[in-house]
């Protein structure tokens, strides 16, 4: 569920009314909310039987206060690194090994992961913001307010600065732009996040996400394969490869190398006040206007 001051995950009764899920997130979020937004272009939801395990939705609400349109930022001051012990790759029967390829914290890991599996480079974080910031604009009515959390034009300012994190709307604009199906694998809960997958694309590519972190997976020679040789773009139809992409997704949950964004201790790094889950973060910028946040 995304809304105009972050994100949150509901579990909800197929039987549940379209007004009880209404009272839910107005409960939740302490905003005024008054449609419900899922699928890709957004539509407004009529019915929660239209839902299914793992959808996107977006809160929107008439009269709420501007607010960030996206998780708060959270500074990430190590680089980030293969945490010890735990399995980095998995093996297909030929010998080739489907491989996690680290991507730096730098609050442009979305970007730069993406730039990986179709460049072959981590330094396309700048080229990649400015194509979406320009779809968006040129699109301006399939992302609108109610989409992106805030007029189309602050929300281009936003995305241009280099410590705003990408999400959903990001990885749903690349898959478009690159005529490929991106699928994200979330570690927390070995859920995949297809997009772009009713867009007719015949290859894909894969990230993995970790609460607060992108890296991108690929298809190397051998486990300890140089990175020169890994193919990233792959046919969308490949069984040992899903097979080996959801047991890396499963070692890397059961390593529990995931962050919980509802119960992680962040800290304002304006104020210094003292936070726990991205809903308090949420409300902390609303209340301050502050959206700089560290985990410790």
């Known amino acids: 569920m995304r809304h105009p001051s972050g994100a949150f995950t509901l579990r909800v009764q197929p039987d549940s009314s379209l007004e009880a899920l209404l009272t839910a997130v107005r409960e939740t979020t302490g905003l005024a909310v008054t449609r419900l937004l899922?699928?890709?272009?957004p539509a407004a939801l009529r019915d929660v039987r239209e839902l299914r395990n793992g959808d996107s939705v977006t809160a929107v609400a008439e009269d709420a206060p501007v607010a960030v349109a996206a998780p708060p930022v959270?500074?990430?001051?190590?680089?980030?690194?293969?945490?010890?012990?735990?399995?980095?790759?998995?093996?297909?029967?030929?010998?080739?090994?489907?491989?996690?390829?680290?991507?730096?914290?730098?609050?442009?890991?979305?970007?730069?992961?993406?730039?990986?599996?179709?460049?072959?480079?981590?330094?396309?974080?700048?080229?990649?913001?400015?194509?979406?910031?320009?779809?968006?604009?040129a699109e301006r009515e399939t992302y609108s307010e109610a989409v992106l959390g805030k007029p189309s034009s602050a929300y281009c300012d936003w995305l241009l600065k280099p410590d705003s994190w990408g999400g959903a709307?990001?990885?749903?604009?690349?898959?478009?732009?690159?005529?490929l199906q991106?699928?994200?694998?979330?570690?927390?809960?070995?859920?995949?996040?297809?997009?772009?997958?009713?867009?007719?694309?015949?290859?894909?590519?894969?990230?993995?996400?970790?609460?607060?972190?992108?890296?991108?997976?690929?298809?190397?020679?051998?486990?300890?394969?140089?990175?020169?040789?890994?193919?990233?773009?792959?046919?969308?139809?490949?069984?040992?490869?899903?097979?080996?992409?959801?047991?890396l997704v499963k070692s890397q949950h059961d390593a529990r190398q995931f962050t919980n964004t509802a119960t992680f201790s962040l800290r304002c790094l304006v104020c210094r006040e003292g936070l726990v889950g991205q809903k308090e973060a949420a409300?902390?910028?609303?209340?301050?206007?502050?959206?700089?946040?560290g985990e410790y």
């Open 182 to 247: 991106i699928d994200a694998a979330d570690i927390q809960t070995c859920r995949v996040d297809r997009y772009g997958e009713s867009g007719g694309f015949q290859e894909r590519v894969l990230l993995l996400y970790d609460g607060l972190h992108y890296d991108a997976v690929a298809l190397a020679a051998s486990l300890d394969a140089p990175e020169d040789f890994d193919r990233t773009v792959l046919p969308l139809l490949g069984d040992e490869v899903d097979a080996a992409f959801a047991a």
């Open 169 to 179: 709307i990001e990885l749903s604009i690349l898959s478009q732009l690159c005529g």
């Open 283 to 293: 409300a902390h910028a609303l209340k301050t206007g502050h959206a700089s946040f």
């Open 38 to 41: 899922h699928g890709f272009p």
């Open 74 to 137: 959270v500074a990430q001051s190590e680089p980030h690194s293969a945490p010890v012990g735990v399995l980095n790759g998995v093996c297909l029967p030929g010998g080739e090994a489907v491989v996690r390829r680290l991507i730096a914290s730098d609050n442009s890991c979305l970007f730069n992961a993406v730039g990986y599996v179709t460049q072959h480079s981590r330094s396309e974080s700048s080229y990649l913001r400015e194509l979406i910031a320009s779809h968006i604009a």
